[in-house]
């Protein structure tokens, strides 16, 4: 009776676990799927990988799919797993990766802001390495160029007072930095290469007709003016003379590529 007893505890240990491994394979399948199809996936990795991150999802829901039938089937383990399967590690892991996945339920994903970053990393408006200059698009018009094209733009060709009275029409968010005049804010974008952890600020410094303190920090802008060369911080810059300022909704994509 004694050797029964363990032998159905172990059995129970078993199928546990099997549907443990089965809920957290669905789980993240079905994250990964909301993601996608609640527009929230562009936060987080680069439009490029959408398919492979789909592809992914179809697997997972398949593969435990496959491992629900076989447990059904009572052939997803043999005896001489038993005990293997049964061990803490399995089903300590499984756990983990199903709470994980509830939690991206529960948590809905947001774009970055200026809020992550800092003052080093924004202050040097365009000297951001893991930005490729290779991709600026120099044909472009100076008033199609967004944001970015202009970073990139700068550099390649850093020297400011080659840009100054071409036309400019840029969006971003609204960056204060307490080391400028109140006049002057950062407009700014993320550049994302793969994902979000990969993301780097970029940014020009805008020249506004009043005091920055009438544009909150994560505000989204759009500006046209014309492109002048400023002292800041001791360095030559390249920034935006605003004319036109308007308030703008958070962009369904606020990333750069």
């Given at each position: 009776?004694?050797?029964?007893?363990v032998?159905?505890?172990?059995?129970?240990?078993?199928?546990?676990?099997?549907w443990?491994?089965v809920?957290?394979?669905?789980?993240w399948g079905?994250?990964?799927?909301?993601?996608?199809l609640?527009?929230?996936?562009?936060y987080?990795?680069?439009?490029?990988?959408?398919?492979?991150?789909?592809?992914?999802a179809?697997?997972?829901?398949?593969a435990?799919?496959?491992?629900?039938?076989?447990?059904?089937q009572?052939?997803?383990?043999?005896?001489s797993?038993?005990?293997?399967?049964?061990?803490l590690s399995?089903?300590l892991?499984?756990?983990?990766l199903?709470?994980?996945?509830?939690?991206?339920?529960?948590?809905?994903?947001?774009p970055?802001t200026?809020?992550?970053?800092?003052?080093?990393?924004i202050?040097?408006?365009?000297?951001?390495?893991?930005?490729?200059?290779?991709?600026?698009?120099?044909?472009?018009?100076?008033?199609?160029?967004?944001?970015i094209?202009?970073?990139r733009?700068?550099?390649a060709?850093?020297?400011?007072?080659?840009?100054?009275?071409?036309k400019?029409?840029?969006?971003?968010?609204?960056?204060?930095?307490?080391?400028?005049?109140?006049?002057?804010?950062?407009?700014?974008?993320f550049?994302?290469?793969?994902?979000?952890?990969?993301?780097?600020?970029a940014?020009?410094?805008?020249?506004?007709?009043?005091?920055?303190q009438?544009?909150?920090?994560?505000?989204w802008l759009?500006?046209?003016?014309?492109?002048i060369?400023?002292?800041?911080?001791?360095?030559?810059?390249?920034?935006?003379?605003?004319?036109?300022?308007?308030?703008?909704?958070?962009?369904?994509?606020?990333?750069?590529?």
């Amino acid at each position: 009776m004694k050797g029964k007893s363990v032998q159905i505890s172990k059995s129970n240990l078993l199928a546990i676990t099997n549907w443990l491994d089965v809920l957290a394979i669905t789980a993240w399948g079905m994250l990964l799927l909301k993601y996608w199809l609640t527009d929230k996936l562009i936060y987080l990795i680069h439009p490029n990988y959408f398919i492979l991150s789909n592809l992914t999802a179809f697997i997972l829901l398949l593969a435990a799919g496959v491992k629900a039938w076989q447990i059904l089937q009572k052939r997803s383990a043999t005896s001489s797993n038993v005990q293997h399967i049964s061990t803490l590690s399995p089903r300590l892991g499984s756990g983990i990766l199903l709470l994980t996945a509830l939690l991206g339920f529960l948590i809905v994903p947001r774009p970055l802001t200026g809020e992550y970053t800092t003052p080093k990393e924004i202050a040097d408006f365009t000297a951001l390495s893991r930005i490729k200059i290779q991709a600026f698009r120099s044909s472009t018009l100076p008033e199609e160029r967004n944001l970015i094209d202009w970073v990139r733009m700068l550099n390649a060709y850093p020297e400011p007072d080659k840009f100054a009275g071409q036309k400019a029409k840029v969006k971003g968010f609204v960056i204060h930095l307490n080391t400028l005049p109140d006049d002057i804010l950062v407009l700014a974008r993320f550049v994302i290469t793969h994902c979000a952890l990969d993301a780097a600020p970029a940014g020009l410094p805008i020249k506004l007709p009043q005091s920055r303190q009438t544009y909150p920090t994560n505000t989204w802008l759009e500006i046209e003016g014309q492109m002048i060369t400023l002292e800041l911080e001791g360095k030559r810059e390249l920034a935006i003379q605003a004319k036109f300022i308007k308030p703008i909704p958070e962009p369904k994509n606020p990333y750069e590529y």
